[in-house]
């Protein structure tokens, strides 16, 4: 387990007036122990009893 800040910032473009973007940095060892790469990327995000997951999209 690490910890992290989300950092928070405007949405730009098109994004309503008060509109906030999220984002946080995942480390490395975790993102290739998912099998992410440049070429697959894609992930499933979802949330379970106050918990984010994050999971490697299989490609059927």
């Not at 690490?2 to 995942?26: D, F, P």
């Not at 060892?29 to 299989?58: A, R, Y």
């Amino acid at each position: 387990m690490v910890e992290r800040n989300i950092i928070m910032g405007k949405a730009g473009g098109t994004a309503g007036k008060n509109s906030v973007n999220y984002k946080i940095s995942l480390p490395a060892e975790m993102v290739k122990e998912l099998g992410v790469t440049q070429e697959d990327k894609s992930v499933l995000v979802s949330f379970s009893n106050g918990k984010i997951i994050i999971e490697k999209k299989v490609n059927a």
